[in-house]
């Protein structure tokens, strides 16, 4: 069968930017275990039922900005501007908003017109000592709202602006962020995953080559989510570590696969992704139980 020509790359083969290039990312996954410890069992429970289960179970992992950056510039340029592909194991792997769905657990849907409403001028800031600034003090709006110091509203608003949806280094939580804690209900099911994805995917995107010849490159959103896609679909990379044998077993299904890595202390040695990608490992992974796949070429 004659093989698809596949897209011009961002760097030629063999003159991809090496050194200790770096992703510069603003999410924290150490913040997740400090959340925990914020909260109750009654109100830990309550967040475990919710879409950010997932991501609650992953503050064993440690996240590559090496890898990231290995991958990153071995991507594809393709046309559409929220979907990233890159070549790894000598086979192209696409990221689009199904594959962050799939790994990460989060609601990627359209946000409902009505989910969008509250403009008031109030900014939380998660780090650092300056003030917020507008019509309304911080102070006055976490207690109007639920209290302030309340433990559940600083964890759920920390797992969404500090470790999904972070933009800068000191990231300050949108009004309406902060408004939607005032329902609790509507806050939990907001599609949440479709913005961190946004966010990532349009940072990533490449204007220039130039962007990622330089030693560090800042990408907004949840970036450890191409991290675990990549793994997801090249599970031979953690062979080297404690039951990695196991994880790159053929037979086993993609759900446990991400079963395995979502629950594991998880770090990736660069230096064997790197042997694993020369040597071609990869398979060709679904989810049995739904239409998202991760997709790649035969």
């Not at 760097?11 to 603003?26: A, C, D, H, L, M």
């Not at 609650?56 to 890898?67: D, K």
């Not at 917020?132 to 209290?147: A, P, Q, R, V």
Request: aromatic residues 10%.
């Amino acid at each position: 069968m004659e093989e698809l020509e596949l897209p011009s790359r961002l760097f030629e083969t063999g003159f991809e930017p090496v050194g200790r290039k770096r992703v510069n990312s603003y999410f924290n996954l150490r913040w997740i275990d400090l959340i925990k410890l914020a909260l109750d069992k009654d109100d830990l429970e309550m967040l475990q039922g919710t879409q950010f289960a997932t991501v609650l179970r992953m503050g064993g992992h440690t996240f590559s900005v090496m890898f990231a950056h290995y991958f990153l510039s071995r991507q594809l340029v393709t046309e559409k501007e929220l979907e990233l592909w890159w070549m790894f194991a000598g086979k192209p792997l696409r990221y689009a908003i199904e594959d962050f769905a799939l790994v990460t657990g989060l609601n990627c849907e359209e946000p409902s017109a009505s989910s969008m409403h509250g403009k008031e001028k109030v900014v939380v800031r998660v780090k650092g000592n300056a003030r917020g600034k507008g019509t309304t003090s911080n102070s006055s709006i976490w207690e109007d709202l639920f209290g302030f110091g309340d433990a559940v509203a600083f964890s759920i608003a920390g797992s969404c602006w500090g470790i999904l949806c972070p933009m800068c280094g000191s990231t300050k939580i949108r009004p309406e962020v902060v408004n939607k804690l005032a329902n609790l209900d509507e806050f939990l099911i907001y599609p949440w995953g479709r913005e961190s994805f946004l966010l990532t995917v349009k940072s990533a995107k490449p204007r220039s080559p130039l962007q990622y010849v330089q030693d560090t490159i800042a990408i907004q959103g949840f970036v450890h989510a191409m991290v675990l896609v990549t793994l997801t679909a090249c599970p031979a990379i953690l062979v080297k570590a404690e039951d990695g044998a196991s994880i790159a077993d053929d037979n086993r299904r993609s759900e446990e696969i991400l079963e395995s890595l979502v629950s594991r202390k998880l770090a990736v040695n660069v230096p064997w992704a790197k042997t694993v990608d020369q040597k071609g490992q990869v398979r060709l992974l679904f989810r049995s139980s739904s239409r998202i796949k991760i997709y790649f070429a035969e």
